[in-house]
């Protein structure tokens, strides 16, 4: 068998992924697993999707079958323009708003259109695993801003800004964040766009769960507060179906520009059937008919992790309060690795994400995420049992050593 080791990019040994490659590929049998941010199966409206897409390829085959514009089918990303209209209170002009194949893809075009290597870009300290993957494959400089249980600290990207750094952008989830589940509020939703646009720093706001809330009103996102320093990565991944692969970008027109002038070096367009279906099934009321069960389930799904994890957990233990979306992370007490940890837990029958990938650096190491989006509520309650059996034997093991 001839070895191509040698023909591969330099950059590829610039990855890091397995922590991603584990996650897609699913756990054990008998293992509960709380790794994935995946949305629940039962939040997909398939018969409404059979419905739409049959009729589309039947009906609509000459555009839903064929190649789009780059940019999305012109009546697609009209569709989306009054989406953002409706939901953000701001109506993108249509140079200010692409399609895209995914919240993912998005974050992919800023690197190709962004980043040259060794360039800044700030995080959140945690943030989106895949978000740093690609960082770290466009040979950014990663540059990690704390958060406290309000998400991103404005006063500490303030101190980094006014020390000379000069990132590309900011990257932050201030909707129900990945992975900490935190939601940064209005006043400092006001105080980082004022600060970005002082310093001429661009943000790349991701809003994957905005849209999932466990019931209090939304804030205004951050490209509604400041459409001219903010360029927003969504998707519908989490809201109507992840193989659909479909997201949208929108921000200042030059920006989008040059996003989509790199789209056309990667997939050159989303695909047309799943455009199609995002347009007919929201215009046809699908989203708002759905995504009250959906937040109903994620909330009561929560409601159950968190209140085994109450009962269960040794008192060390603490947790980020979500209020939206399918995410927790769980801090353990100093000195306990969750890398280190995870064969033990596998073996009790439970999965989670260790932390430290979050994070830039080696920090985070007693830290692990929970997804409570896939689990029903029994399964939760035990997984929170088995995990804490699991924590408490590495105490015990700690204090006997
Ligand atoms: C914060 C965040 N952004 C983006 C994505 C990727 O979304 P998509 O499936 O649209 O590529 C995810 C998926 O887990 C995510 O958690």
């Not at 109506?91 to 708003?97: N, S, V």
């Not at 800044?120 to 950014?140: D, Q, S």
Request: proline content about 7%; some cysteine.
């Amino acid at each position: 068998m001839p070895d191509f080791a040698h023909a591969f990019a330099r950059r590829t040994r610039l990855r890091g992924g397995d922590e991603l490659t584990a996650i897609l590929a699913g756990s054990p049998p008998g293992v509960l697993s709380m790794t994935g941010g995946f949305p629940n199966p039962a939040t997909f409206a398939t018969d409404e999707l059979d419905a739409i897409a049959g009729r589309l390829v039947r009906e609509d085959a000459a555009v839903a079958l064929q190649y789009t514009p780059c940019t999305g089918i012109p009546s697609v990303r009209e569709y989306l323009i009054e989406r953002q209209e409706e939901l953000q209170g701001r109506r993108p002009a249509t140079r200010e708003l692409m399609v895209t194949s995914g919240g993912m893809e998005c974050i992919a075009l800023m690197c190709q259109a962004l980043i040259d290597p060794g360039d800044a870009v700030a995080v959140e300290a945690p943030t989106y695993l895949g978000a740093l993957m690609a960082f770290g494959a466009a040979e950014a400089e990663v540059v990690p801003v704390a958060m406290d249980e309000d998400g991103l600290l404005v006063d500490a990207l303030a101190e980094r800004l006014e020390a000379g750094v000069r990132p590309k952008f900011l990257y932050t989830i201030p909707d129900y964040q990945n992975p900490t589940g935190r939601t940064l509020p209005l006043e400092r939703r006001r105080a980082l766009v004022e600060l970005c646009r002082r310093h001429g720093v661009l943000i790349l706001e991701d809003v994957a769960y905005r849209e999932l809330t466990f019931g209090g009103a939304s804030l205004p996102t951050l490209w509604s507060l400041a459409p001219d320093v903010v360029l927003q990565a969504g998707t519908f991944s989490k809201i109507l179906f992840p193989g659909v692969r479909l997201g949208w970008a929108a921000g200042p027109a030059d920006v989008i520009a040059e996003l989509a002038a790199a789209k056309q070096n990667t997939d050159q367009c989303a695909g047309g059937l799943g455009q199609r279906l995002v347009e007919e099934y929201g215009r046809a009321g699908g989203f708002e008919r759905h995504l009250p069960a959906a937040r109903a389930l994620y909330a009561s799904h929560w409601a159950a992790l968190s209140g085994a994890l109450a009962a269960t957990m040794p008192a060390e233990v603490s947790w980020t309060e979500p209020s939206g979306g399918f995410l927790t992370l769980v801090t353990l007490p100093e000195g306990i690795d969750t890398l280190a940890l995870r064969p033990a837990a596998l073996a009790a029958g439970v999965a989670y994400v260790p932390g430290p990938p979050f994070y830039v650096g080696d920090a985070g190491a007693n830290t692990l995420r929970l997804s409570f989006s896939h689990l029903g509520e029994a399964d939760l309650a035990a997984a929170a049992e088995r995990l804490a059996g699991v924590v408490r034997e590495a105490l015990e093991r700690r204090a006997a050593a």
